[in-house]
C-alpha cells in the first residue's frame, strides 16, 4: 500500500504545526514599523466639518432614537422590525450607517467580496471618511482572504479599524497545509469560530439575525440564494449589542491587522498609500437601486417600518468571545443557555427553524422531556431537504436520526424544496437589474417583477471557498435556494431570531448571538413567515412509510431500528420516514391527520436529488459520520 503511513502522516502534521506555531508571531518592532507605515500613508482629512458627521436622515434611525429616548429601566421601549425580505435587510444596513453619527460597529462570520461585500464595505469608509469612528470585526476563516484588499482597509481613514477573530496562526489566509495543521495541533480553539452576526449604529439601532455579507444571503447570487432573516431593533437592547461588540473587540482572539503576519508583510513590501479605489460591481444597476432606496424616507417607510411593531422587553445575547476557553463557565454560553431555556418552557408549541437538524444531548433531553407532557407541546420544523442544503454532511447525520425526531419527539419535519416557490418570487424581486424611476415611485414591491434576471454567477458555497461545498446536483434545473434562518417561536408569546443553529456546534464551539423578543405581535408574525415557508409550494413533509405488505414492514423496519442504533455500518435503506408531496387539489394536513395517506404521496428520501458522488457521501456519512455531528 503507497502512501504515508498515518502515524508518521501524523507526525507530519504536528512538526508543520510546530514550524507555523514558532514563527507564528510578530515582534513589537515589525508591528511598530508596519503601524509608522500606516500612519504615514493614511489620509486624514476628514470629508466633512459638521458636526453631525454630515450625516443623512434615516426614519429607521429616528424612530430607534425616540425608542430609547422614551425607555427606562423600568420599562423599556424598543422598536422592532423583522427582515425577512433581502432587500429590505441590505437597504436597512445601508440607511442606518449613512446616518450615523458617532459610531458603527459590524460583526460578522463571513465578508465576500462580491457586490454586497464590495457595497458595504464602501459605504463604512465614507462613513469613517466623514468622521465615524467605524469599527469591523470579522471571523478570520471565511472573511477578507485577499491582503490587498486588507492593505486598502488598514489605511483608508483613521476612524476605520479592522480586526480578524481567532486567526490561525496569526494569519489573514489561511492556507490547506495550515487548516491541516490547525487541526493536528490545537484543535478546539482552531474549531471556535464567532458566528455572531450584528450591526449596531451610535448605539442606538441594531440588526442582528442570519445574513453575512456575501451575495447569496440578499438574493444577489443567482446560481444559490440562502432563504434568511434578520430583526431591526431600536432602544435598550441595540445598547447591548454595542456592549457584547466591545466584548468581542477587547477579546485578546480579536487582532488587529497589522498584527498579523501575511497583512504586515504585504504593508511593509507596498509602503505606497494605496488608495481607496470605487468598486467594481458585476451588476452596478442592481447596486444603483438600492442605493437610491437607501435615501427614499418613503420606501423605507414602506417596506422597513410598515409592519415593525414597538415593544416593551426585548432581550439581546450573545455567547462570550472565547467560548471553548471557558467551558464550565455558564455566562460564555449565554445565549446559547437562554435559546435551551425558552424552548423547554412550551407549554402550547414550538416552531423551530433551523438549516441543520442535529440535536445536541441538551436539546434532545428538552425535547424528550416535552414531548411526555399530557398532552405535549406541538413541534413544528422547517428545515433543509439534502436537495437544497449545501451541508450534505450535517444533512446525513438528520437524516440517520430521522425516527427518533418523529417518534421520541414528536416532531413535524418540512424540508425545504430547491425552488421553493416564495422563495423564487423574492429572490426575482431582489435580482432585477434597475428599473427605473417609475419602478420606485410605485411602492410596490413586486413591480416588473416579470423582468429579466441577471446571469448566473457561479462560485463556492461558503465564502467562495472552492466546489467541495456545492449541493448535491438535482434531477430538475433552476435557481437553487437553501434555509439559512435561525428563528423560534414559543406559544406565540416570544420570539427569537439570531445565529444560532440549534445544533452541537452552536451549542458547544461557535459564539452565538441573537433577540428574543417578548411580544405577542411579534412571535405572531415571526409564525406566520415560518408557516409559509412550510407550505406544500415551498417543503415536503416528512412522515412514517404507509405499510405495503405489514410483515415485511414490520421486518424492514426492525432492521433499520438496529442499523440505526449502530455508531457505524447503518447501511440499512429502507428508513423508517420518507418525502411526501400534497396531491392536487387536496387540502394541507398534518402528518398525525387520518387522511393524510390519501392526500400525500411518497416522492423517496432525497427527493429531486441526482445519483451522484454527494449522494452517496451521504449515504456514507449517514453510516460512518454520526460521532462527528458535533463538529460538522
Known amino acids: 500500500m503507497g502512501g504515508m503511513p498515518l502515524p508518521r502522516l501524523a507526525l507530519f502534521f504536528l512538526l508543520a504545526a510546530t514550524v507555523l506555531l514558532d514563527g507564528c508571531t510578530l515582534s513589537r518592532a515589525q508591528i511598530r514599523r508596519a503601524d509608522a507605515v500606516v500612519a504615514a500613508t493614511t489620509p486624514d482629512a476628514s470629508a466633512c466639518s459638521r458636526a453631525d458627521r454630515c450625516a443623512q436622515p434615516s426614519p429607521l434611525l429616528d424612530a430607534a432614537t425616540r425608542a430609547l429616548g422614551a425607555s427606562t429601566p423600568a420599562r423599556p421601549h424598543h422598536l422592532v422590525a423583522l427582515l425577512g425580505a433581502s432587500e429590505p435587510a441590505l437597504v436597512a444596513r445601508l440607511s442606518l450607517i449613512r446616518a450615523a453619527r458617532r459610531t458603527i460597529d459590524v460583526q460578522t462570520y463571513i465578508w465576500d467580496q462580491d457586490d454586497v461585500g464590495q457595497l458595504v464595505l464602501d459605504e463604512l469608509v465614507r462613513a469613517a471618511r466623514r468622521g465615524v469612528r467605524v469599527r469591523i470585526l470579522a471571523d478570520q476563516l471565511f472573511s477578507f482572504g485577499d491582503l490587498a484588499v486588507l492593505d486598502r482597509l488598514a489605511r483608508a481613514s483613521p476612524n476605520l479599524q479592522v480586526r480578524l477573530y481567532n486567526p490561525t496562526f496569526h494569519e489573514a ?31 442606538t439601532a441594531g440588526i442582528t439575525g442570519g445574513r453575512n455579507y456575501q451575495d447569496r444571503y440578499f438574493d444577489w447570487d443567482d446560481d444559490f440564494d440562502y432563504v434568511d432573516r434578520d430583526v431591526l431593533v431600536g432602544g435598550p437592547a441595540a445598547q447591548s449589542m454595542a456592549e457584547s461588540f466591545a466584548l468581542f473587540w477587547r477579546h485578546k482572539r480579536s487582532v488587529p491587522l497589522t498584527h498579523l503576519r501575511d497583512v504586515n508583510h504585504y504593508i511593509l513590501a507596498h509602503p505606497a498609500a494605496p488608495g481607496w479605489p470605487a468598486p467594481e460591481y458585476d451588476h452596478p444597476q442592481r447596486v444603483y437601486r438600492v442605493e437610491q432606496e437607501a435615501d427614499d424616507g418613503a420606501w423605507l417607510r414602506a417596506h422597513v417600518l410598515a409592519d415593525s411593531l414597538q415593544a416593551g422587553k426585548v432581550e439581546f445575547f450573545s455567547d462570550l468571545p472565547g467560548k471553548t476557553d471557558q467551558p464550565l463557565k455558564r455566562q460564555a454560553r449565554q445565549f446559547t443557555a437562554h435559546v435551551m431555556q425558552m424552548v423547554g418552557s412550551a407549554r402550547q408549541e414550538v416552531v423551530l427553524q433551523t438549516p441543520y437538524l442535529v440535536m445536541s444531548r441538551r436539546a434532545r433531553r428538552i425535547f424528550e422531556y416535552l414531548h411526555q407532557l399530557t398532552p405535549p407541546p406541538r413541534i413544528v420544523v422547517s428545515t433543509n431537504s439534502l436537495a437544497s442544503t449545501d451541508a450534505f454532511a450535517v444533512y446525513a447525520v438528520s437524516y440517520k436520526h430521522r425516527k427518533r425526531y418523529l417518534k421520541d419527539y414528536g416532531f413535524e419535519i418540512y424540508e425545504l424544496k430547491p425552488h421553493a416557490s416564495d422563495a423564487a418570487a423574492a429572490n426575482a424581486r431582489a435580482s432585477l437589474e434597475w428599473v427605473g424611476e417609475g419602478a420606485r415611485a410605485s411602492g410596490d414591491p413586486a413591480h416588473d417583477a416579470s423582468e429579466r434576471y441577471v446571469g448566473t454567477e457561479v462560485r463556492g458555497l461558503l465564502g467562495s471557498h472552492g466546489s467541495s461545498r456545492r449541493p448535491a446536483p438535482l434531477v430538475s434545473e433552476g435557481r437553487r435556494f437553501a434555509l439559512h434562518a435561525k428563528s423560534i417561536v414559543v406559544d406565540d408569546r416570544f420570539a427569537m431570531v439570531g445565529s444560532h443553529n440549534f445544533d452541537p456546534r452552536s451549542d458547544h464551539y461557535n459564539t452565538e448571538a441573537g433577540v428574543i423578543v417578548y411580544d405577542r405581535r411579534f412571535a405572531e408574525q415571526l409564525r406566520r413567515a415560518i408557516l409559509r415557508d412550510i407550505r406544500p409550494r415551498n417543503a415536503w413533509v416528512i412522515a412514517p412509510r404507509r405499510p405495503v405488505v405489514p410483515l415485511l414492514t414490520k421486518l424492514n423496519q ?30 394541507p394536513m398534518r402528518p398525525s391527520d387520518p387522511a393524510f395517506y390519501s392526500c400525500y404521496e411518497p416522492v423517496g428520501d432525497f427527493p429531486d436529488v441526482a445519483l451522484s458522488p454527494k449522494l452517496i457521501y451521504t449515504r456514507l456519512i449517514t453510516a460512518f459520520g454520526s460521532s462527528a455531528s458535533g463538529i460538522l
Not at 572 to 586: F, H, I, M, N, V
Open 173 to 203: 489566509s489561511t492556507s490547506p497545509l495550515e487548516w491541516a495543521a490547525g487541526i493536528a495541533c490545537c484543535f478546539f480553539r482552531f474549531n471556535q469560530r464567532m458566528h455572531n452576526k450584528v450591526l449596531v449604529v451610535d448605539g
Open 558 to 587: 426492525a432492521i433499520g431500528d438496529i442499523s440505526e442504533s449502530l455508531p457505524l455500518f447503518d447501511f440499512w435503506p429502507y428508513r423508517y420516514a420518507t418525502s411526501y408531496q400534497l396531491k392536487e387539489g387536496c387540502t
